[in-house]
Nanobody
Framework: QVHLVESGGALVQAGGSLRLSCTAS????????VGWFRQAPGKEREGVAC????????EYAQFVKGRFAISKDHAKNMVHLQMNNLSPEDTAMYYC??????????????????WGQGTQVTVSS
């Protein structure tokens, strides 16, 4: 069974950048679509970005297009989320999630069935 661990969350000033990483153990990411989601206090969990098992297909939420980029590092068994031009509205707990599938994933919470514990991103104004 695959286990996911996120890292890279931090406190950063508005306009800054962070790179989140998701590391898989117990299995490789090769057969898994992977997504990043976030949840701010009092709000529902929402999709940020996802990628197919090959890494060729990528989907982004409208609110992060042009600022965030998801990538798969097959050699290191990691998935990264590069976040640029951060704003206070990006403050949230960020979660990595995976689902074993050969199909391109939908950026939907219900699509994914393996979740990490999350990493906190806080953006100050």
């Amino acid at each position: 069974q695959v286990h996911l661990v996120e890292s890279g969350g931090a406190l950063v000033q508005a306009g800054g950048s962070l790179r989140l990483s998701c590391t898989a153990s117990g299995s490789t990411f090769d057969g898994f679509a992977v997504g990043w989601f976030r949840q701010a206090p009092g709000k529902e969990r929402e999709g940020v970005a996802c990628t197919s098992r090959s890494g060729a297909y990528k989907e982004y939420a409208q609110f992060v297009k042009g600022r965030f980029a998801i990538s798969k590092d097959h050699a290191k068994n990691m998935v990264h989320l590069q976040m640029n031009n951060l704003s206070p509205e990006d403050t949230a707990m960020y979660y990595c999630a995976a689902v074993e599938t050969s199909w391109p994933p939908d950026l939907d919470v219900g699509e994914f069935n393996v979740w990490g514990q999350g990493t906190q991103v806080t953006v100050s104004s």
